[in-house]
């Protein structure tokens, strides 16, 4: 199995926190493949904050003789966004890519960027630039264990993971500070549990835990909670195939008859 990235260790963890948990707006996303592979996606969105209405048109192509993958996105905040990438040029593992973001109405071309990394069964690496500054990381595996780093000259983030096949455990420490521990566990096919503890130089800490049940082949159910007792729930239903739905709530479990709640459902078509 390949290394992973030093961005996704504990991403399993991560997702679990993170994955259906979008109250605060409604979405619904259509998606499709044209006849030469061409892929779309039609994305709109309503804020459940303002009533604010965004959007986004993307495609994604791949250009067989060159083995280039195209990707671009155009925004209703009028951003065009388009990305070139390349696996395996040099070497096998090797992925690079060009992004640029561009406002036709105001400045221009926004941002550039270029990335690399090359993965193997026992390393992982990165290089980025905006041509402005540079960051980079490495990750090594040993057995069943991770050890990796991460810089951008300014801030350097150390990590070590320990992971097996029903559970992981992943700790990072930024600048010396700053430390975060992620622990991740499957004790059957249905169920995922996790727990993230972070704390900080400052005194500050925090505390949460989560959780995902399979109800059936169509259906699961997820549950978050902090230390500061605010409570996210979520139901992803497969209504058919290439339909899903997704319901989430946010609430405050400190103050549940005040406001600050938040509902939210999403609607993806998918053919």
């Not at 946010?250 to 939210?264: K, R």
Request: glycine share 10%.
């Amino acid at each position: 199995m390949a290394t992973p990235k030093f961005s996704d260790l504990g991403k399993a963890c991560a997702d679990l926190f993170s994955d259906d948990f979008n109250a605060s707006a409604n979405k619904l996303t259509l998606k499709s493949k044209a006849i030469n592979g061409t892929n779309l996606k039609v994305e709109g969105t309503r804020s459940n904050k303002d009533g604010s209405v965004s959007g986004l048109i993307e495609t994604k192509f791949s250009h067989k003789a060159s083995g280039l993958n195209v990707k671009e996105k155009w925004t209703t905040g009028n951003v065009v966004a388009t990305e070139v990438s390349r696996k395996n040029l040099l070497t096998p593992g090797t992925d690079l890519s060009l992004t640029t973001s561009f406002k036709p109405s105001t400045s221009g071309l926004d941002s550039i960027k270029l990335k690399s990394s090359l993965v193997r069964d026992q390393f992982a690496a990165t290089l980025d630039t905006d041509f402005c500054k540079v960051s980079g990381s490495g990750v090594f595996s040993y057995n069943k264990f991770l050890f990796g780093a991460s810089t951008n000259l300014k801030s350097t983030s150390v990590g070590v993971a320990f992971v097996e096949q029903d559970y992981s455990i992943t700790s990072t420490v930024t600048d010396g500070r700053d430390v975060n521990i992620k622990l991740f566990h499957t004790p059957r096919a249905t169920v995922q549990a996790g727990a993230e503890f972070g704390w900080s130089k400052t005194g500050a800490t925090k505390l949460g835990v989560a959780g995902r049940l399979q109800l059936d082949d169509s259906a699961y159910v997820k549950a978050k909670v902090d230390n500061k007792l605010n409570l996210g729930l979520a139901y992803v239903q497969k209504l058919r195939p290439g339909v899903t739905m997704t319901l989430a709530a946010n609430l405050v479990g400190n103050n549940l008859t005040s406001g600050g709640h938040n509902l939210g459902m999403s609607l993806s078509l998918d053919n």
